[in-house]
């Protein structure tokens, strides 16, 4: 059962429009991470969290921007949607203190930009 | 630069059958590797980590082992069943405590 959980599920959204997917869990983690998977594809590194007011960029941060004010809230914000952008969102953390803790996934959003 | 490779992309098999999925990798220098499962349209859900200084993890019917030397890791279900169908997805986390990522083996098990 998931204790992470992502809005929305599926987003259809006109180029240039700015947009925010939510990202909560309820575990008490520090490590928030956001990827993008395109299908059949590896996920790729977008942004991550160890804490809050910590954030760092990844391999796909340059469009996109997160906060992370709570600990169990982690927004990621499209500041100008492109066709680009068009891709599978998932949202991950896992527990604190050391390595070798595995990723628990929200279910992901499926953003299409037209 | 760390690389992972799975293969191969796609798998399907007889229901009953045991079966092997292979994760590669280039750098030997990491934490651990982890098995993630994921169903069409959802996230992923994590299957077993082996942490860097073991051989293999069993859980169930899975077993995973892993060998850092020649940079390999499989992925063994046994008797598998219809609801084994999925993309199967290995990472492995390296200095930078980051995952890199497979790009998976989707598996499909036949009735």
């Known amino acids: 059962e998931a204790d992470i959980y992502q809005t929305p599920r599926y987003l259809v959204i006109g180029t240039g429009k700015k947009i925010t997917l939510e990202c909560s869990q309820t575990m008490g983690h520090d490590k928030m991470y956001w990827y993008q998977q395109d299908p059949g594809m590896e996920l790729h590194l977008i942004h991550y969290s160890y804490g809050v007011n910590s954030t760092e960029k990844g391999d796909l941060s340059s469009e996109s921007t997160v906060s992370r004010i709570r600990t169990e809230h982690f927004p990621l914000t499209l500041e100008s949607a492109r066709p680009s952008h068009t891709s599978q969102y998932l949202c991950?953390?896992?527990?604190?203190?050391?390595?070798?803790?595995?990723?628990?996934f929200g279910n992901g959003t499926r953003l299409t930009v037209t | 630069k760390q690389e992972v490779t799975q293969i191969p992309a796609a798998l399907s098999v007889p229901e009953g059958e045991n079966l092997v999925l292979n994760c590669s990798f280039t750098?030997?220098?990491?934490?651990?590797l982890q098995w993630f499962r994921q169903d069409p349209g959802k996230g992923l859900t994590s299957l077993l980590l082996?942490?860097?200084s073991q051989r293999e993890q069993t859980s169930g019917r899975l077993n995973a082992s892993l060998d850092k030397s020649s940079g390999r890791s499989t992925l063994y279900i046994a008797a598998s069943q219809p609801g084994d169908s999925a993309t199967y997805l290995c990472a492995v986390e390296g200095s930078n405590y980051q995952l890199i990522w497979g790009a998976g083996t989707k598996l499909i098990i036949k009735p």
């Open positions: 750098d030997s220098a990491i934490y651990n």
């Open positions: 082996i942490q860097s």
């Open positions: 991950a953390s896992s527990a604190p203190g050391t390595i070798n803790s595995p990723l628990h």
